[in-house]
């Protein structure tokens, strides 16, 4: 693909003071990853929309179209967005490898949405509330906004519209967003339209990417019959953003729950649910890259740090608490905390954006562990079991599902994973970005010059990157590769020769002429250390954890039942107390073993308990694939704790 043709079709605000490369401009050729999107294609896409049809999702949409008088919902009321959503992810495999069945699939259910849209005839579609509330759209004339999801199910739907397009040149469920757009900006904004915001964010990033795709190709909306508004879908999300706080004694949506307390731009903490919380974080700072309005930037930094220093579990989970999959207070941090899969990923595409916004590292540091920690544990390695909630302990009772009463987390898999080959570089004009390292080649134009970037790499089981660079000609840019957070020593060469460079924002910054088929050798350090974390999380106070690279380490029963009674990691009552039986030693002696047959390879890690016994620690998303039993991934270990030298850090290598 030539470069221009790529940038036609990446969707990028005006703002961004990075470029991202769009999914099918980036080829994956790498063996972690590689397998893992191999499944997702060919078993999670399928796996998703068989169970979907299976309960009855689908159909919901059958029975709106032929306006049957004894037609019923089936699911929750916000299974349309989740199917909109799964629709969006495929889109993006698409994208990136074609599947003709996977898009024959795609096009009979958007076929069912455009003609149950078109039976309702002035673009509304939400099948709950036409076929269970049909008098209380938007949860109006006593309906619940919170519990209906009509805006949040359009958020998806504008969502999937916009992806589809960009991944098939398709129009038929654009036109269906662009309509149910339309329709929302002609009811909701400032007096005397009504006062309806999203009680469950997304609908504000999806708006703008609609908003920005009509920017990008207004003959679109001839070419569809409807019209694109541009300037409304700007107002509509700006209304959202900024009429937060304007809702007291409305039950439809819930005060800090829902992030409705008061105005987003006063809010400095975050609280209530965690997967709301993040997609409007993530919303919030897209509508930054559209205006450039630094309130928005500032805003969305403050929550972003005050998530990341003082309410992130170490795998970059996040959202502590059962009740209400919230936020707990600062430093609540427990191991058994709820930390959903959804709530991960909406960090993932908040700590992305903010990437774009301001181009610093440390946003591509939360992306990569939630990537390795969050999302990949999110899936079973076969493909068609789940995991809703993440926790860093488990006595065994605690087993990924194949099916769920709320199945909202493998839709928001299917989004994330296939945008992964978006998420590895990104340009300016000054040059590149190597945020990921990911076996990979793709293109993109730095100035008016054509480059071809291809890497080589067995990450994250080794920390060795070659990276061949090819301008179309040679040519003066920057080469940016990031430095990982966890990462202390590393060396850098060029074509075999040690380089100068300078460290910006996380970034070793080459700056040289280029020649065709230049070589970089980037050898990351990847040594097994110990991690504690913040004194002010008191419940870990005598804990540290595993971490080689970009993984976690937990220990599993399945491979330690001789350290402790038999085959449980705790007795009961340590269970009970929150201790372990066994400790680590003081300074505990690690190996790593690769194992060509775990799954599709991996390094574990092998050390001894305070008393002598083996232990076996395996990647922290890799457990509960061949077993149920216990699992526990702080484990005790005495050691002095400093209250000095964090400097925004909530956790750090024990030194």
């Not at 003071?17 to 063996?31: E, F, K, L, M």
């Not at 070659?466 to 920057?478: D, I, N, Y």
């Not at 870990?540 to 976690?552: E, F, Q, T, V, Y």
């Amino acid at each position: 693909m030539k470069a221009t043709q790529m940038n036609k079709q990446a969707l990028t605000y005006k703002h961004q003071v990075v470029r991202n490369v769009p999914v099918q401009s980036v080829t994956i050729q790498d063996s972690f990853w590689e397998p893992k999107l191999k499944v997702l294609r060919e078993v999670s896409a399928y796996d998703i929309l068989n169970k979907f049809e299976n309960d009855g999702a689908m159909r919901n949409f059958d029975f709106v179209a032929e306006g049957a008088a004894e037609g019923f919902h089936s699911g929750e009321p916000w299974f349309d967005g989740l199917i909109y959503e799964t629709l969006r992810g495929i889109s993006d495999l698409l994208a990136t490898s074609y599947d003709e069945q996977l898009d024959e699939r795609v096009d009979g259910i958007i076929e069912r949405i455009v003609q149950a849209q078109a039976a309702v005839g002035d673009g509304y579609i939400n099948t709950y509330t036409l076929l269970d509330r049909p008098g209380q759209r938007w949860g109006e004339n006593g309906g619940f906004l919170r519990w209906q999801h009509d805006v949040y199910n359009a958020g998806c739907l504008v969502e999937a519209g916009v992806h589809h397009y960009k991944a098939t040149g398709k129009t038929a469920l654009l036109k269906a967003a662009v309509q149910f757009a339309n329709h929302m900006c002609e009811i909701m904004g400032p007096s005397p339209k009504r006062n309806i915001v999203p009680a469950h964010s997304l609908p504000e990033e999806a708006v703008l990417k609609l908003y920005q795709l009509a920017l990008d190709e207004p003959e679109l909306g001839s070419v569809m019959k409807v019209p694109f508004k541009a300037t409304d879908y700007l107002e509509l999300v700006t209304f959202w953003i900024h009429n937060r706080g304007n809702h007291e004694g409305r039950y439809s949506h819930g005060g800090e729950y829902a992030q409705d307390h008061k105005s987003v731009l006063e809010q400095d903490e975050a609280v209530g649910h965690a997967v709301r919380a993040t997609l409007l974080y993530a919303g919030l700072t897209a509508l930054y890259l559209s205006t450039g309005e630094e309130p928005y930037l500032n805003t969305a930094k403050k929550l972003w740090d005050n998530i990341s220093y003082q309410k992130s579990h170490i795998t970059g989970g996040v959202g502590a608490v059962h009740h209400d999959e919230k936020f707990g207070a600062n430093y609540e941090l427990p191991d058994n905390g709820y930390l959903e899969t959804c709530a991960g990923a909406g960090m993932g595409f908040f700590s992305w954006n903010l990437f774009l916004a301001t181009g610093e590292s440390r946003y591509i540091d939360k992306l990569e562990t939630i990537l390795y920690n969050i999302v990949l544990a999110g899936r079973s390695i076969d493909g068609h079991k789940y995991f809703y909630e993440n926790p860093l302990v488990s006595k065994g009772g605690h087993n990924r599902w194949e099916w769920h009463t709320c199945p909202c987390c493998p839709p928001m898999i299917i989004k994330i994973l296939p945008e992964l080959a978006s998420y590895i570089y990104a340009y300016d004009n000054k040059g590149a970005f190597v945020n990921l390292y990911i076996g990979s080649e793709s293109e993109m134009l730095i100035g008016d010059i054509p480059v071809t970037l291809k890497q080589q790499t067995n990450y994250p089981w080794a920390g060795a990157v070659g990276l061949t660079v090819t301008p179309e000609q040679e040519a003066s840019f920057e080469i940016r590769l990031r430095i990982p957070e966890w990462c202390a020593q590393y060396e850098l060469q060029v074509n075999e020769q040690a380089v100068s460079f300078e460290l910006v924002n996380g970034y070793a910054v080459i700056d040289r002429v280029w020649s065709p088929g230049d070589r970089i050798h980037l050898d990351l350090d990847m040594p097994v250390h110990l991690v504690e974390v913040h004194p002010n999380v008191t419940t870990h106070s005598d804990k540290a954890a595993i971490r080689r690279g970009p993984m976690l380490y937990c220990l599993e029963s399945v491979d330690n039942e001789k350290i402790v009674n038999g085959t449980v990691l705790y007795s009961r009552d340590a269970l009970r107390d929150g201790h372990m039986d066994r400790k680590l030693p003081l300074q505990p002696v690690f190996e790593t073993e690769h194992r060509d047959q775990f799954f599709d390879g991996a390094v574990l890690v092998k050390t001894k308990d305070a008393d002598g016994n083996d232990m076996t620690a395996v990647p922290y998303p890799y457990w509960n694939n061949r077993s149920r039993g216990t699992m526990v991934l702080w484990l005790q270990h005495d050691h002095p704790v400093r209250d000095d030298g964090w400097d925004n850090k909530l956790y750090r290598i024990i030194e």
